[in-house]
């Protein structure tokens, strides 16, 4: 795949979730991709310190680490557990040679309605969690996903939204990450993604298309880059044009492509990103 301009692109763990941590690694190495995100659940399966061994002896930069967050607990205890395990992310990003953490935000704790509440809590998680990051050399990076999943899973559904809370902290500390796939049916994101460039706030850049009919249970339908809905270059223009140059990550959670071999995947989704970027 030398023929491929890789540069920017960068596979998703999850996209290749099939892969084991040394056969991602090999896998990458023989592809020639320079860039991996990375969950927490296979570094730690694998061992944090092996893992950060392992892709700094393969030349390899880890672009994120997925995921923090879940900060919306209403319980002392939970809240405080909440906390001390994003610490420790912001520490294992940190092992990993990464400047950035991404943050799902937590759906409504059980029985609560108040959507205010919630993300007033998390906003209160960040003003402690961002200090702790800075001194660390990682960012916050805040994800919107889509409505979707606000009752369950993030109740940041929009950019605004997830600016709102990050503009109360230091660029530095706090920003978000963009990903089509939670982003694309809203006509103001265009404009969001340019305030955030303003402010030097876009710290991730994600693509996967939206395919239907989604999936039962709907968390496994990102559809491979070029399948759906998402107009790649589209998006891509708008975040280049707020100003990010960084690398661009596909992650992909999809049922169907995780019964392939992983390195067939893996090829594959490279391609894509070549075929559908500028």
């Known amino acids: 795949m ?27 190495r023989d592809l020639g991709v320079g860039n991996v995100g990375l969950w927490r659940e296979p570094v730690q399966s694998y061992g944090l310190d092996a893992t950060a061994k392992l892709v700094h002896d393969a030349g390899l930069s880890v672009t994120t680490l997925c995921r923090g967050g879940f900060l919306t607990a209403i319980d002392p205890a939970e ?24 943050l799902v935000s937590g759906g409504l704790p059980a029985g609560s309605k108040d959507l205010r509440g919630a993300r007033e809590r998390i906003a209160d998680a960040l003003a402690e ?38 503009e109360r902290f230091p660029a530095h500390q706090v920003g978000v990450t963009v990903d089509t796939y939670h982003i694309w049916w809203d006509d103001t994101a265009p404009a ?20 239907t009919p989604l999936p039962e249970g709907v968390l496994n339908g990102r559809g491979q880059i070029g399948d759906g809905a998402i107009d790649m270059r589209e998006w891509q223009g708008y975040v280049e044009s707020a100003g990010y140059t960084g690398a661009i990550e596909v992650e992909l959670f999809n049922d169907a492509l995780w019964a392939r071999d992983g390195r067939e995947v893996l090829a594959e989704t490279a391609r894509r990103f070549v075929e559908h970027t500028a």
């Open 2 to 28: 030398t023929d491929l301009d890789l540069t920017r692109f960068s596979i998703n763990q999850m996209t290749v979730k099939q892969l084991s941590m040394p056969e991602l690694v090999d896998a990458c």
């Open 79 to 102: 809240r405080a557990a909440a906390l001390a395990d994003n610490r420790r992310a912001v520490d294992e990003a940190a092992t990993l040679g990464t400047d950035t953490l991404v």
């Open 129 to 166: 969690l961002g200090p702790y990051a800075e001194r660390h050399g990682v960012r916050l990076a805040v994800e919107p996903l889509h409505p979707m999943f606000a009752s369950d899973r993030c109740v940041v559904s929009t950019l605004a939204q997830a600016l709102d809370l990050a």
């Open 192 to 211: 969001q993604i340019a305030r955030a460039g303003a402010g030097g706030r876009i710290h991730t850049f994600q693509l996967a298309d939206w395919t």
